[in-house]
């Protein structure tokens, strides 16, 4: 059974860092991809980042730059330096994890997390 765990959340001024981590047990990082989405309050869950199996990583606009992606296979872990942060960047943080059915194929964001809170404020 897969399960993610996210941590590292926080309250932070604006301009200030945080590092995600995302713990996944059960989960084969070779196989398929993974993300991160974050939800604010009263607005839809959107995929700010993800990595694929061979390391692509690929990130929205609003963070491009700012935010890097990467993961450990060894301590099957998920990780996201968010650093520049602007109040905009609050938000509930999900990691989600591809399923692989075999051959090769994935179901993307299969699996989540609980999630954790980031507050930026000014």
């Known amino acids: 059974q897969v399960q993610l765990v996210e941590s590292g959340g926080g309250s932070v001024q604006a301009g200030g860092s945080l590092k995600l981590s995302c713990l996944a047990s059960?989960?084969?990082?070779?196989?398929?991809?993974m993300g991160w989405y974050r939800q604010a309050p009263g607005k839809e869950r959107d995929l700010i980042s993800r990595?694929?199996?061979?390391?692509?990583?690929r990130y929205a606009d609003s963070v491009k730059g700012r935010f890097t992606i990467s993961q450990d296979n060894a301590k099957n872990t998920l990780y996201l330096e968010m650093n520049s942060l602007k109040i905009e960047d609050t938000a509930v943080y999900y990691c989600?994890?591809?399923?692989?059915?075999?051959?090769?194929?994935?179901?993307?964001?299969?699996?989540w997390g609980q999630g954790t809170q980031v507050t930026v404020s000014s």
């Open positions: 059960g989960y084969d990082f070779a196989r398929c991809g």
């Open positions: 990595i694929s199996n061979d390391g692509t990583t």
């Open positions: 989600a994890a591809d399923r692989h059915l075999g051959g090769g194929y994935c179901i993307q964001s299969t699996y």
